[in-house]
């Protein structure tokens, strides 16, 4: 019981980490990107290959995998998305959607449809038992690891100068250029920083979610899940929301393995029934 | 004789804010009454109360006697109560034709019929023309309303409104933005509306509100501050004080 | 034009205007004539065309949503595979006549589409989306769940199609499933013709481009969207149990969320809003498929998610505009090489 309640924080802290990216640009710069997931598929992929090609240990993957998937938003941001911050949603949509379906035909091209594996370091393996619940020792090393990138998340939104100009960036561009804040800097690295999470969130969670080319979509409405259920005017929503979502979905898997996802979709729509903004939004928006 | 527009002790408040502060108007059939106050004194958001896009946190509004504080928009469009937009609101692929048979479809029960043509039954298109010939919008009325001039555009926007049947009209800065040239036509069709519908002016624009109205009620900070004839409304130095005040600003 | 029309009363130009609107256009008569033709050509062909008309008709029912109605749906092939599976069970029931089965499709959808029509008024754009695509989530995993009834991933095996109105049965070229999906879609459109230019369909675009006035001028915007989109999903499953009756089998693939993006992706080359941008985006998505499918089979999602991101930066306006002026230069410069032969 408790276990599973521990791997459900895992997976949810994990999906958080996964999200976050898009609960930015998403939730606060109101961009529907769809393809979000695609740039956690790459850094899955920079993992796999350092790894079987390269001999790269796990560990040393992860910053690749966050550099690169960063990379390349920051490139996409730079070169494609800017055209699209004005536009009307349903552009937003079929732009993403189309990024999604050329990542996913291209890894296929690269990699090939079969399912990749990542052979954790020996040090991670297995479970040990604390206090009477068995903890896997590769889930305590992601709870460790996205809670610590949690909380450095919402230091650097609430404490730091870049925090508060992307606040104000968000809030009236125009404003915020009128006091010499660089708004398109603070949204390109804003969107780098997110697809570099997302890439780093791939690459830790391919064991655990398992990796092929059509990860981004089905993996999209969990991170929208994570998104729209968490509200969109705070960080500290979506995590809940990642949370809850993890549990419900490890949890329902294992007492009730014959509704698979059903739980979920339902428990969503229920949610933005009853609160079409969010569980954790502002009152009053 | 029953009012037809009438308010009492209207109140909003957003949290601590107190948006409009007890309310009370009492607008005869007929009346052409005018709405002013500064920036900021709570005009928007009384609008929003009349009109059912905002609920009154207290107090009632009663059209012809019946209490409409619990209806939707549409509901109290259905029962006489419609409004203008100071910022053009309208439907820029729809025609003029289009967009002032919508309102006389809908008014004539036949908004939801999905199987006739528009104006292939009932005298649609006899009331489309008759709005639009008061406005003098009949020479374009085939094209697209993204097309039209901004005075026309204006026109169409009191047009469509008036094609509602109204008892009673807000109209919210009629002459808002319109160039010096054409203002003069508006003022006009403002002046000629029909006798028997009440239409309450929210302006900001004294010339219009002195030229217009027969009454005045001013707004200040969401309550009246003080109501009258235009006459007395002239004459009152606390007006005055307001809009000077303003002015200095 | 004008010059005629001028001298007419006012009343009497607005009839005509109006009459004119909704008049068929020669290239539209045409295009008719020419799909119905098709029956007698091309008939190692017919297969494919039938796919294409069936695509076209859930276009078609995405554009009444979207296009008419302006809510973007990240879900619509629930209404599609739920025509899909309805059919389906009840041909493998023993209930195989085509045309009542559409009609059950047509309820079964419409039901699902008229209660979630509820949930999809409320909030955002980007609850819309949300809501959308979590019914069609929910509906994939309930098909993929309920494997007695369904099939489960395996799909639905052993319908029975009976001929159309008792006389056409299936062939195997597909001419009979062509004329059959081909007539459904015209009976549609017909529908839609008069829809488009009624006071309800009025009612559509002007909510698509203001809903705040529409409900200033006492429209009832809420009621017009929730028929809006029961429609469509009565369209939507009607064309869904078409594919599920001319391939003879259902599968998740109906409820797949490919199907959903792939019908925007449809109705935004052909043009949404204009009624037969849905079957002009068909057409020239399926072959467009289909040619690059024979270079490769594989790969065809990346060129097609290519033209997409190309489509919406360079802007479908834009490229119309292109478009026009490339005809326009080609035809002249055709017509001079023809002259000077």
């Given amino acids: 019981m408790l276990t599973i309640l521990f791997d459900g924080i895992s997976t949810g802290m994990l999906l958080f980490v996964l999200a976050c990216g898009l609960a930015v640009t998403l939730g606060l710069m109101n961009f529907v990107n769809l393809a979000h997931g695609a740039f956690a598929m790459v850094g899955g992929y920079v993992t796999v290959i350092a790894m079987q090609r390269f001999g790269v240990p796990f560990l040393a993957t992860l910053p690749l995998a966050f550099l690169i998937a960063a990379a390349i938003g920051l490139v996409l941001e730079r070169t494609l998305y800017v055209h699209l911050y004005g536009r009307s949603h349903l552009d937003q949509v079929m732009f993403s959607i189309g990024l999604v379906f050329m990542a996913m035909a291209g890894m296929d091209w690269f990699m090939g449809s079969s399912p990749q594996n990542v052979i954790l370091p020996e040090a991670l393996k297995g479970r040990f038992d604390f206090a009477g619940i068995g903890i896997g020792r590769y889930r305590l090393f992601l709870v460790v690891i996205c809670g610590i990138l949690a909380v450095a998340l919402q230091l650097t ?58 990860f981004p979509v089905k993996y999209m409405v969990f991170f929208l899940i994570v998104v729209t259920v968490g509200g969109t005017s705070s960080i500290v929503g979506p995590f809940l929301a990642a949370l809850m979502l993890g549990i419900a979905d490890v949890g329902s898997k294992y007492y009730v393995p014959e509704l698979g996802s059903f739980v979920i979709y339902a428990v969503m729509i229920a949610v933005l029934i009853v609160r079409p903004n969010g569980l954790f939004a502002r009152p009053g928006r | 004789m029953t009012l037809a527009l009438e308010t009492r002790g209207l109140m909003k408040s957003f949290g601590g804010l107190i948006a409009t502060n007890d309310v009370s108007l009492q607008l005869p059939k007929g009346a052409r009454h005018a709405l002013i106050g500064p920036n900021g004194a709570g005009k928007t958001t009384l609008i929003n109360l009349l009109t059912g896009v905002l609920a009154p946190t207290s107090g009632e509004i009663l059209l012809d006697g019946r209490d409409i504080g619990s209806l939707g928009v549409e509901q109290r469009v259905g029962l006489g109560l419609t409004r203008t937009f100071q910022i053009n609101q309208l439907f820029p692929d729809l025609t003029a034709i289009e967009t002032v048979a919508l309102a006389v479809s809908e008014r004539q029960g036949r908004g939801g019929d999905w199987w006739r043509r528009v ?117 009152d130095p606390r007006v005055k004080a307001v809009y000077l005040g303003e002015g200095e600003v | 034009m004008t010059d005629i029309t001028s001298s007419l009363p006012p009343v009497a130009r607005a009839g005509r205007f109006l009459a004119g609107e909704a008049r068929w256009s020669w290239l539209e008569i045409g295009f008719w004539v020419v799909a119905f033709g098709l029956a007698f050509f091309f008939r190692s062909n017919h297969l494919l065309f039938a796919e294409i008309a069936i695509l076209a008709l859930f276009a078609v029912s995405l554009d009444i949503i979207l296009g008419y109605a302006g809510i973007v749906s990240l879900g619509h092939a629930a209404f599609f595979g739920l025509g899909a599976y309805t059919v389906g069970i009840m041909a493998r029931s023993g209930w195989g006549d085509p045309l009542t089965g559409l009609a059950a499709a047509g309820v079964t959808a419409g039901i699902l589409g008229f209660f979630t029509s509820f949930l999809v008024l409320r909030g955002s754009d980007l609850t819309r989306l949300m809501i959308t695509l979590g019914v069609a989530s929910l509906l994939h995993e309930t098909a993929n769940k309920l494997d007695w009834l369904t099939g489960g991933a395996d799909g639905l095996q052993g319908m029975m199609v009976g001929p159309v109105l008792g006389r056409f049965s299936f062939d195997l070229y597909g001419t009979t499933a062509y004329v059959y999906a081909l007539s459904v879609l015209f009976v549609v459109v017909l529908g839609l013709r008069i829809l488009v230019h009624s006071p309800f369909g009025h009612a559509l675009r002007a909510i698509r481009d203001n809903p705040l006035r529409a409900r200033a001028i006492g429209i009832p915007v809420n009621r017009r969207l929730i028929a809006a989109y029961t429609l469509a999903a009565v369209i939507a499953g009607i064309a869904g149990a078409l594919l599920a009756q001319t391939s003879g089998f259902a599968s998740l693939d109906v409820l797949e969320f490919h199907r959903s993006a792939d019908v925007m992706l449809v109705l935004v080359i052909g043009g949404s809003g204009r009624l037969y941008g849905g079957i002009l985006g068909a057409i020239v998505f399926r072959f467009a498929q289909d040619a690059i499918s024979t270079i490769t089979p594989q790969y065809w999602q990346f060129w097609i998610g290519m033209g997409l991101v190309i489509l919406v930066l360079a802007g479908r306006d834009r490229l119309e505009t292109v478009g026009r002026k490339i005809v326009g230069r080609a035809l002249p410069w055709i017509a001079n090489k023809e002259a000077a032969r």
């Fill in chain 1, 157 to 214: 939104l609430s404490k730091t100068r870049f925090g508060s100009r992307l606040r104000a960036a968000v809030d009236d561009q125009r404003v915020a250029r009128g006091l010499g804040i660089r708004v398109q800097t603070i949204f390109a690295a804003t969107f780098a920083v997110g697809s570099g999470l997302a890439g780093l969130g791939g690459a830790l969670g391919a064991e655990i979610l398992g990796l092929d080319p059509s």
């Fill in chain 2, 119 to 235: 104006g292939t039954k009932g005298p649609v298109l006899e009331e489309v023309i008759e709005v639009l010939d008061r406005f003098d919008l009949t020479d374009r009325m085939t094209e697209q309303t993204r097309y039209l001039p901004y005075g026309k555009q204006r026109l169409l926007e009191i047009a469509v409104a008036l094609a509602t049947k109204p008892r009673v009209l807000l109209l919210d800065e009629p002459a808002a933005g319109v160039p010096e040239g054409e203002r003069e036509e508006i003022l006009n069709a403002v002046a000629d509306l029909p006798k028997d519908v009440t239409v309450v002016l929210i302006e900001h624009d004294m010339d219009l509100v002195f030229r217009f109205a027969e009454s005045i009620s001013v707004l200040v900070a969401g309550a009246v501050l003080t109501e009258g004839t235009v006459a007395e409304i002239k004459a």
